[in-house]
């Protein structure tokens, strides 16, 4: 970026003007000052686009934590956008992962029990049903005996209707989301852009984990037969959830990093693991 001769010359502190500044000198001046300040936008914006956000020379005492954000799906790669990109002191986070993952896993583990509990709960009212039914087929049945058949039938209903809801909850209660609903304050925080980058710089010295999280619901086209052969199609969508617990230090500047679907951390034996994805 070079500025124009006339203000090149205002700039040097020339007492003469270069001759094609002779006519018009204001206009002139103007002219190249405005370009001057539209290159400076634009590298402005071009900083910017990469992650950074002056014209200073990035500070010895930080380091860049940089990489991009996405998921596959049958398609392939889909980048996600406006991801949370939550940074947090390693031992400070390591301590609350202790406390937090003894309660979550708990917690799982209660809900567990409330699952076996109700299924159990189930079978039960579903063998009086079958006794009272069996009963009604022998000679002597009374209306009594009708009127605890229907009971029953009402009992097993609701109880069905009661594991069904507690399974629905495990199956769709997943530890590290609930781990990532329960974080404190982080110390550095940003988000991915359009095209699911980030880029953020952090104090040497100490060490951090990136933590995110992101939401994704997928389509998928289906075609089904019926009991007559007639083929339908139907879209049918679900959703995943994805959460990134990933360590990062001074000594992995400049070393972008990719949170995929691949290295999404998960719960194993009450236990949180992840892996570190370099690009």
Not at 41 to 53: I, W
Not at 63 to 69: I, N
């Amino acid at each position: 970026m070079k500025p124009g001769p006339c203000l090149s010359a205002v700039l040097a502190g020339l007492a003469l003007l270069p001759t094609g500044c002779q006519n018009g000198p204001r206009a002139q001046l103007r002219r190249e000052l405005e370009q001057t300040r539209a290159e400076l936008a634009q590298v402005r914006a071009t900083l910017k686009d990469r992650g950074g956000d002056s014209l200073k020379a990035p500070d010895d005492s930080t380091f860049e934590v940089a990489g991009e954000v996405f998921v596959n799906d049958k398609t392939g790669p889909r980048v996600v956008g406006a991801a949370e990109i939550l940074v947090f002191e390693k031992e400070a986070f390591e301590t609350w992962l202790a406390q937090a993952s003894r309660k979550v896993v708990g917690e799982f583990k209660l809900l567990q029990t409330e699952v076996e509990a109700r299924k159990l709960a189930q079978e039960e009212t579903e063998k009086r049903v079958a006794l009272l039914a069996e009963k009604l087929n022998k000679p002597g049945s009374s209306p009594e005996d009708f009127d605890n058949l229907a009971r029953e039938r009402g009992k097993a209903s609701e109880a069905e209707d009661t594991y069904v809801e507690v399974s629905r909850r495990l199956d769709s209660r997943d530890q590290t989301n609930a781990l990532f609903g329960k974080l404190p304050l982080p110390a550095f925080r940003t988000e991915s852009d359009s095209k699911g980058r980030f880029s953020l710089r952090l104090p040497k010295g100490k060490s951090y984990v990136l933590v995110s999280h992101t939401t994704q619901q997928f389509s998928d086209n289906v075609r089904q037969a019926d009991n007559n052969n007639i083929v339908q199609s139907f879209v049918s969508w679900s959703t995943s959830d994805y959460t990134w617990f990933l360590p990062v230090a001074a000594k992995d500047g400049g070393k972008p990093i990719a949170l995929t679907s691949s290295n999404a951390a998960r719960f194993q034996d009450g236990k949180l693991t992840y892996t570190v994805n370099r690009r």
